[in-house]
């Protein structure tokens, strides 16, 4: 508490009470208005029922672990297999498009900051930055199309005479797969390229001057440095596709489900809001478990991540 | 222990239309201290990396042993180099540093780490070995660079201007370390540096660049005393460079008519002028005396009359600094103890005997 009276009143000695208010005050209304009543009052909706208008309020809203009981155990008091596999599958895919980002952007990024120089440079990055310009949804389609029975891939991969038959493509997820992975390339490149940019060139000549091969250079020199930006990207990339939803809606196969969607279907069909907080709860829950594991295997704090 | 001489056959390397080394053209001796002396920027760095195997030469060949280098990746030569910035692995401990060059090789963890300690023996660190780089000071992660280096147990170590990151008295440590380390393992050190005391204190053989050319190899006292080139004469150790025309030779003693008169000096390395030649009369500070002064130099072949200016006391030495009709000059004296004569101010008479001065032809002078 000293530290933080001390810090306080020697950032209002040097920028003055005003702004130290002004700063105080947007701090607090982007906390409280912002973070935590949100998810305060998404919490509260969780642990009530999913009464009529009138009741609420009433002898009758009561807390309850009702909503929680329905995810674990259904209806019917046994294990509710179909959400919870539906759970573990978006996990496990989230894992995968994270590991596929992992593989796609650690070369992207070493490249751009220890090989491209000037206008290659340049290029890659506006190559990289530009395509986000165009909104989520359209790009969404526009990799439906790609991925269509008459779309691009399909057509190319026919007449070049590599398969006979159109793949479907959105049916085996390759389409979902691919926005996903797609999306938030971005998120993962940058984090990276930031922990490796400040890895000095002459480590990597030093080791290969000691024989160690491309492979070695990377596992014991590039690697060890770029992890906390891994992490951190990765951190963001599972999060982020762990709650997608426009892109499972749009690419995802008729048969296959995302948590979200589930989700989006107990607030927006079933208009049962109550049911719906407890499982963005579940997911937010699960979510975070997942990552903070993660980070104690790969012996990253929190601190790191912040760089 | 090895006899692998480096020969440098002609080399010279490009980028794009600068020639940053331009025909080096030398053979080192498998054992030998060697250095590589010039002012930053020379192309020390470039042809260093040639050697190492970074850089391939745009002309001419290297060869190791006999064995031409050419196609042979950094990693198959038989060479160490220690980065200007010694380029540890921050994330490493100091073990794993020095080992790493047995990691690559194979070598088990039991074994890595007990080769670590017995060069950690060696470079008179003992039990530093879990520690991480950044916990070390200057003077000894330049010492764990160099362990690491010979932990390959390389033929050759490169050495790219490893002592120029540590303050002066460390720097004079190292000079002594640093030469003992290469009596003591018996490798070839190729080694680079701007600062003409490391390279005439350490070296065996030292060849000094400038501008992509090497202008001179030799050992130091032959470097120091008989500079072959107008730049070697002032770039390694201090000196007055008095420019002037030739008017006579006779024998190796040569006139030179200079703004400051009629001087004479030797004809360096047995050269013959003609009258008329454009050329630098070079006089070492401390070659030059104040006439009359008791030890002066016995004959004073030049005597000038000059003002001094202004008088530095450093210790050991006293530089007196003269104005000669507009020319500088530089004239140390050895501090015998007593007082100081007070000379600043006043005009006096300083001479030096011609064959203490060197005659050479005009050419660019260092830091000019
Ligand atoms: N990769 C490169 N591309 C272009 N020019 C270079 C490169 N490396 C070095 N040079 C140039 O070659 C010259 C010599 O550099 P360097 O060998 O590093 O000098 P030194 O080590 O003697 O200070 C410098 O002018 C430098 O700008
Ligand atoms: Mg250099």
Redesign the interface.
Known sequence: MGVLQQGLSAFTRKHGLGVACFIGLSVFVWVVFLIVLPQLSMLDFSFRYNLPRAEVGGPADVYTLDNYAYFFQGNDGTFNALDIGILVKTMVAAVIVTVIDIAICYPIAFILAHSATGVAARLMVIGLIVPFWVNEILRAFAFRVLFGATGLVNSIGLSAGFWDVPIDFIRADVALYSGLVYAYILLMIFPIFNAVEALDRNQIEAARDMGASWWRVHWRVVLPIAKPGIVSGATMVFMLTAGALAAPQILGGPSNLWFTQLIYQWFNESANWQRGSAYAVVLLVVCISFVMMLMRVFKVSIGEIGR | MTTKDIKLDHVSIRFGAFTAVDNAHLTIKGGEFFSFLGPSGCGKTTLLRCV???TEPSEGTVSIGGKDMRGV????RP???I???L???P??SVAENIA??L???GVGRKERRKKADELLDMIALPGVGDKKVHELSGGQRQRVAIA?ALA?EPDILLLDEPLSALDLKLRHHMRTELRAIQQRVGLTFIYITHDQGEALTMSDRIAVMNAGVIEQIGDPETIYNKPKTAFVASFVGETNAISGKVTSQSDGIVSVQTPLGVLKGTAAGGRHYKAGDECFVFVRPEQLGLVGAPGAIQSMDNQLTVQAVKEEFEGNARHLFLNAQGQDLRLSRTNLGGVSDHLAGQAVQVGFAADQAIVLPHGSLAGA
């Open positions: 190492s195997g970074f990746g950094p990693n198959k060479t160490a180099l980065f200007q910035n380029a540890l692995f994330l490493m790493f060059p990691e690559v090789r690491r390959v």
